[in-house]
């Protein structure tokens, strides 16, 4: 009669099972935080239909043929400033690329006059915008306060930012309701347009890249936003939510999707 040897643990196994098994639940946590991300958002920017002065007030017949204008949001609750709205809207034509911001502003505050100051540090606005999506690396920003005064540069991997030596034939404009830096009173709001020529995309060596002016049917990414309030009552809002803990506009991953139609 043969005794039959005794059997090993399955050791090897057993790991290998438990391995497997917390893949597919590393699998199944990372499914459930994306499907709890909310959406990137979308916009589609339709061709301008007649002439556009860039005067500051989006007032034009021409813009009232715009896609349903953007409303930003205010993803961070531990700031403390007013949550006042801000609305967008693109259009585009053969030579610009167009967008126009409306804000509500109970206290109209800019302080820096020269181009490529910080504006950002007064009531501005901002527009980030890449038009090659396949890549997040490299996106203009272009910065502007109640002013009208430019900061734009090219940011790469979201933190180097490179000036574009000034590119010509980038047109701004504000217009204002109520005082300007006259703390105190109470102002209605400001608005601001933007036009952007297509070569501003060559103007920095990136033309095999980037290519200029889309064809209908193209899709780029971008961000706006705005810094409103003075001091410590400052507030962000925005178009697409970055899902960052603090306040940082600067996550192409999460730019809203642009599609050019005519």
Not at 13 to 30: C, E, P
Not at 68 to 75: G, K, M, W
Not at 132 to 156: H, I
Request: charged share 25%; proline share 9%.
């Amino acid at each position: 009669h043969l005794v039959p040897a005794p059997r090993r643990p399955a050791v090897p196994a057993l790991r290998q099972a438990l391995r497997i098994l917390t893949a597919m639940a590393t699998v199944g946590v990372l499914a459930a935080q994306l499907a709890a991300q909310p959406p990137i958002p979308k916009y589609e920017v339709r061709r301008a239909p007649s002439p556009i002065v860039i005067d500051g007030r989006p007032d034009e017949k021409a813009w009232a043929a715009a896609s349903p204008e953007i409303t930003l949001i205010f993803p961070w609750d531990y700031q403390t400033g007013e949550k006042q709205a801000t609305r967008a809207r693109l259009l585009w034509d053969d030579e610009y690329l167009y967008v126009a911001f409306e804000c509500a502003d109970a206290d109209i505050t800019a302080h820096f006059t020269e181009r490529d100051d910080p504006t950002y540090r007064d009531d501005a606005v901002e527009f980030f915008v890449n038009p090659k999506p396949s890549q997040t690396g490299v996106y203009f920003g272009f910065e502007m306060n109640a002013r009208a005064v430019l900061y734009d540069y090219l940011a790469v991997d979201a933190q180097y930012l490179f000036w574009q030596s000034n590119p010509p034939g980038i047109r701004i404009a504000t217009a204002i309701d109520g005082t300007l830096n006259a703390r105190g009173d109470q102002d209605r709001g400001w608005s601001l347009e933007l036009a952007v020529p297509w070569r501003t995309f060559e103007a920095v060596g990136l033309k095999e890249r980037f290519g200029g002016r889309p064809n209908a049917g193209d899709v780029w990414t971008a961000n706006l936003n705005r810094w409103d309030g003075v001091g410590q009552n400052r507030r962000l809002s925005i178009w697409s939510d970055p899902l960052r803990p603090k306040a940082d506009p600067h996550a192409p991953e999460r730019f809203g999707q642009l599609v050019f139609v005519k």
